[in-house]
């Protein structure tokens, strides 16, 4: 049987980076958030690119929409209700972290949110797992297309 990608990605890069093994739980919320942040850039320019070759502002345009704290706000009150225990004790810890100040355009409750969001996704990648963080970015997106069916 062949060994999962996540699992072969992983092991090459702590073998070719000499990366040391790290417990998770000892990240702080906003050191979890911070890798958080670069997971769902990804996933979410992943998708916007698979949408079809456009000019990178465009492209940008649409991911950004995603990725601003409103949106992840709004896709987080959807996702906890899927969310294991742990998963919730983590997210906790992401929105109630003593951060930086929210953007200007963002309220605090959303940058709050989203910044737990964001520190769930970072514990699932450094947990290497990449089904769950696909998983709930799904159910989020989902529900974000739902909300905006709703406003029409």
């Keep these: 049987m062949e060994k999962s990608v996540e699992w072969q990605f992983d092991t090459y890069m702590r073998e070719i980076f ?3 093994e ?4 000892e990240y702080s919320p906003l050191a979890l958030a911070y890798i958080g942040d670069s997971i769902f850039d990804l996933v979410i ?3 916007v690119l698979n949408e079809g070759n456009r000019p990178v502002q465009k492209l940008h345009l649409k991911a950004s929409s995603y990725v601003q704290a409103s949106a992840q706000s ?6 906890q209700e899927y969310l294991t225990d742990e998963e919730h004790i983590v997210y906790k810890r992401g929105r109630n972290a003593k951060n930086v100040s929210p953007a200007k355009n963002q309220s605090v409750t959303d940058y709050r949110r989203a910044t737990g969001f964001e520190a769930l996704l970072g514990f699932l990648y450094l947990k290497n797992d990449w089904k769950r963080i696909l998983d709930l970015v799904k159910i989020g997106l989902d529900s974000l297309e739902q909300g905006e069916k709703q406003d029409e």
Excluded: G
């Design 18 to 20: 000499q990366m040391q």
């Design 22 to 25: 790290v417990d998770v739980k």
């Design 45 to 47: 320019k992943s998708l």
């Design 74 to 79: 709004f896709m987080m009150r959807t996702l």
